[in-house]
């Protein structure tokens, strides 16, 4: 049975430092894993993706890093600012346009 | 480009209704997934369309259902609502094999 799992459900950073978001998954169908930020009653934004060719994606101060033999994803986002105080999601792809989604890690940075 | 669009983006209904979402996806997307997303289960798949074909389905009943138009604009169906069908439901689109980007969903009380 495909899953993600996010153990962590809340995450409080100061202002500056770094944010690491965790994620792990059984069962990946193809290894190609999103990650989403998400604000109350709205819908996700997409961030940052990671295929299994790669081990590392980097986009501006967000950072995903892939470790298939622990089955383990991390979100890396630095430096942390207030406006990236929300809920995270990590998601694993299906097939058929389905994503498997964490259950999510609400991330606070505090001034 | 403009984003994806959901409509409405608010509903009340009594129990016992039935009730239509309507989603636009990117100009250019194809593919059309829904989610469903609670409190207590988080963001769940409802099913998938591509150029006018359901291609997946995740597991719900059958009360919910959906459609695809040429125009590649979707909408989905709940017959006879449950309290349990209160929840905030998103539909995303993408390219294939590609990202998923989502609209700010429709927000549903049923009481």
């Known amino acids: 049975d495909q899953q993600v799992k996010q153990n962590s459900p809340s995450l409080s950073v100061q202002e500056g430092r770094i944010s690491i978001l965790n994620c792990d998954y059984t069962n990946s169908m193809f290894d190609y894993f999103l990650w989403y930020k998400k604000y109350p009653a709205e819908g996700p934004t997409f961030l940052i993706s990671i295929s299994s060719i790669k081990d590392k994606n980097e986009d501006g101060r967000f950072t995903v890093f892939l470790n298939k033999s622990a089955k383990h994803l991390s979100l890396h986002i630095v430096p942390s600012q207030p406006g990236d105080s929300a809920v995270y999601f990590c998601?694993?792809?299906?097939?058929?346009?389905?994503?498997?989604f964490g259950q999510g890690t609400e991330l606070s940075v505090k001034p | 480009k403009a984003g994806v669009t959901q409509t409405p983006r608010y509903l009340i209904k009594t129990r016992g209704q039935q009730v239509t979402l309507s989603c636009s996806p990117i100009s250019g997307h194809r593919s059309v997934s829904w989610y469903q997303q609670t409190p207590g289960q988080g963001l769940q798949f409802l099913f998938e369309y591509f150029s006018e074909t359901q291609r997946n389905k995740g597991n719900f009943p059958g009360r919910f259902s959906g459609r695809q138009f040429s125009n590649s604009r979707s909408e989905m169906n709940v017959s006879t609502l449950e309290l349990g069908d209160s929840a905030l439901y998103l539909c995303?689109?993408?390219?294939?094999?590609?990202?998923?980007?989502f609209g700010p969903g429709t927000r549903l009380l049923v009481l």
């Open positions: 998601a694993d792809y299906n097939q058929g346009g389905k994503l498997i």
């Open positions: 995303a689109s993408s390219l294939p094999s590609g990202a998923q980007y």
